[in-house]
């Protein structure tokens, strides 16, 4: 079986890395090569472009940043759609628009693919430790067939139903995690205003009602200064503009998750730190 | 060592029926008597009122709902502070305005009692099981003559520093917990509209980067229909207010805790559902 993989980004490589440990034949297309360095030099194969890699492959998977990027490689010049043949294995694991992975899923059906939107959780050290936890939608068959290939990646593989629920699905989860990573940033703003020993704050806070994977994990970053990205932020505000336009389709009013997303734009588009990790939300407030 | 304990409540309750299993002599004071009756019934004694409590007692607790609950019990009528006498130890568990902690620390000094501000936080189940978190401001050597004593209904003890800070530390704690509140709500007001199947979405989430305290402990309550208080809607919002008006006085904005004390505000004071759990937030979408 003859993998391809498109997006070798920060999850995207933790992912082939686990695929070429499992010794599977991996080859990978990324539109700047330079970042598909490590990779090919742990053994992936290179493509030229999407159709080229399309062509070479049984199964591809795609990764990349946007839903502009996801229709750029899928439907563009020299895009996926176009060089697939039926019965080929395609998996967007993009977090992406749900109505993307709907028109995509309807298209494969036309053509005999098996499509799969599969978005994960879990963040760069799960991309490198092998557990992701995956959200899925599809054809349930057309997972099951791929169950072994998932899980050299994954821990968790979660089957939500027809397409564009696995990006339901995810969309729901950096709902809640709008949640976390404001409450952490103002909890940590007001605890150092108040002269709190913040690691001390931290620790407390974890061992009680208000413990998450959040301040787990970004808290003790934040705290060293370290603003390298687990998770982009200019990624998790594009999450939030989907989840809201989502949210607005269905007349849903999700106003938490709106000032997140306006803390968020303005760390992005007003900052310009789009390039940091989420935890540099924290910047809005500490110089 | 004679224990005294004002308020009765949810949490009250738990804490009281822990210091009786080990033993010790506990008498308690409550504004409704019938309130008292459960730890009554479990060995507890009766007082008539704040002072004449505070006259029999070594140790004295309180952990009342509002922070003008908080004044008079300590400076009304028939108040703690009138009838205290130097030596003794009084710990005010209420969560309550940092200031007024300092106000009764300062006073105790003057005084010659050992005063500590201790918030908890691990809800209903952990005042029952005995695993409560305490955040404590004041003299650390008061905290470590009475560390047994708290270790009967707490598993952490953690100390701030001087007056207030406990309540501090406290306030962030919620700040925090606002953020998981909001965020789960929104999260399952948004996956209920796509059509997910809301035991997996919680699964799911609770497996990766999502995962926190809230939705462990509350998600589960809510599919089930379940709004009883382990935490009133009513006193988080009290304490959302203290936090709000604290940042407010440090100069800070903190816009995502904002958003949430808004949000229940219409809860409590509009629908007037102060008395259901925090959990019912999700009742201003669902029906």
């Not at 879990?122 to 349930?140: E, P, Q």
């Not at 989907?242 to 007003?270: C, F, G, R, S, W």
């Given at each position: 079986?003859?993998?391809?993989?498109?997006?070798?980004?920060?999850m995207?490589?933790?992912?082939?890395?686990?695929?070429?440990?499992n010794?599977?034949?991996v080859?990978?297309?990324?539109r700047t090569?330079?970042?598909?360095?490590?990779?090919l030099?742990?053994?992936?194969k290179?493509?030229?472009?999407?159709?080229?890699?399309?062509?070479?492959?049984?199964?591809?998977f795609?990764?990349?940043?946007?839903?502009?990027?996801?229709e750029?490689?899928y439907f563009?010049?020299?895009?996926?759609?176009?060089?697939?043949?039926?019965?080929?294995y395609?998996i967007?694991?993009?977090?992406?628009k749900p109505?993307?992975?709907?028109?995509?899923?309807?298209?494969?059906?036309?053509?005999?693919?098996?499509?799969?939107?599969?978005?994960?959780?879990?963040?760069?050290i799960?991309a490198?430790?092998?557990?992701l936890?995956v959200?899925?939608?599809?054809?349930?068959?057309?997972?099951?067939?791929l169950?072994?290939?998932?899980?050299t990646?994954?821990?968790?593989?979660?089957y939500f139903?027809?397409?564009?629920?696995?990006q339901h699905?995810?969309?729901?989860?950096?709902?809640m995690?709008a949640?976390?990573?404001?409450?952490?940033?103002?909890?940590?703003?007001?605890?150092?205003?108040?002269?709190?020993?913040?690691e001390?704050v931290?620790?407390?806070?974890?061992?009680?009602?208000?413990?998450?994977?959040?301040l787990?994990?970004?808290?003790p970053?934040?705290?060293k200064?370290?603003?390298?990205?687990?998770f982009?932020a200019?990624?998790?505000?594009?999450?939030?503009?989907?989840a809201?336009?989502?949210?607005?389709?269905?007349?849903?009013?999700?106003?938490a998750?709106?000032e997140?997303?306006?803390l968020?734009?303005?760390?992005?588009?007003?900052k310009?730190l789009?390039n940091?990790?989420t935890?540099a939300?924290?910047?809005?407030?500490?110089k």
């Amino acid at each position: 079986m003859k993998i391809g993989f498109i997006g070798t980004g920060v999850m995207g490589t933790g992912i082939i890395n686990n695929l070429l440990k499992n010794n599977y034949d991996v080859t990978v297309y990324n539109r700047t090569k330079a970042h598909a360095q490590p990779v090919l030099d742990n053994g992936a194969k290179w493509a030229d472009n999407p159709a080229a890699l399309t062509k070479k492959v049984d199964v591809l998977f795609t990764m990349v940043g946007f839903p502009k990027d996801v229709e750029d490689i899928y439907f563009g010049e020299n895009g996926i759609m176009n060089a697939a043949r039926a019965g080929q294995y395609i998996i967007d694991m993009t977090t992406s628009k749900p109505s993307l992975a709907q028109k995509i899923g309807q298209l494969g059906d036309e053509k005999g693919l098996h499509i799969l939107d599969a978005p994960v959780s879990g963040g760069d050290i799960g991309a490198k430790k092998g557990t992701l936890t995956v959200m899925i939608g599809g054809h349930k068959e057309d997972l099951d067939h791929l169950q072994d290939l998932f899980m050299t990646f994954a821990s968790k593989l979660n089957y939500f139903g027809s397409y564009g629920s696995g990006q339901h699905a995810k969309m729901a989860n950096q709902i809640m995690i709008a949640g976390t990573m404001t409450g952490m940033t103002e909890m940590l703003v007001y605890a150092k205003a108040a002269n709190l020993d913040l690691e001390q704050v931290c620790q407390t806070l974890q061992s009680g009602a208000a413990e998450n994977f959040s301040l787990g994990s970004y808290g003790p970053r934040i705290l060293k200064g370290d603003y390298t990205p687990g998770f982009f932020a200019k990624h998790f505000l594009k999450d939030l503009r989907i989840a809201l336009e989502e949210a607005n389709k269905m007349q849903l009013d999700l106003p938490a998750t709106k000032e997140a997303k306006h803390l968020y734009e303005v760390l992005v588009d007003q900052k310009k730190l789009g390039n940091d990790g989420t935890q540099a939300l924290i910047k809005l407030w500490w110089k």
